[in-house]
């Protein structure tokens, strides 16, 4: 019987089976990297207590500048100190077990250590006062924050989502005045009106995409 393969061929099977091991593994990482489990996305955070965005914002009305007091003047949007928390709550649910940390903090001194929801990496420059000036909402980037009874992260902030709002702010701005707004709605003519937007916050679409922006 005649030999349907050449002596070569074993050598082109293996080279092709471990590329095909090289290429699943790098699927696997690269992959592993834009999942909402890696990222831990909707997974809310143990916290000291229990803090409701859902009972603050939507159900009390709690404007977001309220509590990140900074958040239109530092890269910071600010986590509140505990005398904010007891501007209410030194009046109302005093003796609740759930806030016990607040009132030992109030009565220590030494802050509540809240738990970090959303942080950007240490190589990565991120301004909240700069989105805020632009036009871009809270909700933007933390997602529907006030439908949240426990705190989670919405979106991994992966340097290709960002991208897709400095190459179009357009399609993410909104008018100031709607920025704290979690109802807000996008109106049918909004292409036209982003677009004067875009020009009123003087965007500079063109230097968006540069890398200094967000690595200096």
Known sequence: MPQIFSRSANIYSKASIGIAGLVLVAVILIGGNVTPYTHRLRVALDQPAPFSHKHHVAELGIDCRYCHT????????????????????????????????????????????????????????????????????????????????????????????????????????????????????VPKEHAALDRQLVEKYGIQKEQLSDCWVCHR
């Open 70 to 185: 900074t958040v239109e003047k530092s890269p910071f949007a600010g986590i509140p100190a505990t005398e904010t928390c007891y501007t209410c709550h030194s009046q109302i649910w005093t003796n609740s077990p759930l806030l016990l940390p607040v009132r030992e903090s109030m009565a220590t001194g030494a802050p509540i250590e809240w738990n970090r929801v959303a942080n950007a990496p240490a190589f990565v420059y991120f301004d909240h006062s700069i989105h805020i000036a632009k036009g871009v909402s809270c909700y933007t980037c933390h997602g529907p924050v006030d439908e949240m009874n426990l705190t989670y992260k919405e979106f991994a902030l992966e340097m290709l989502w960002c991208l897709d709002c400095h190459r179009n702010p357009e399609a993410f701005i909104r008018p100031k005045e709607e920025i704290y707004n979690p109802a807000y709605k």
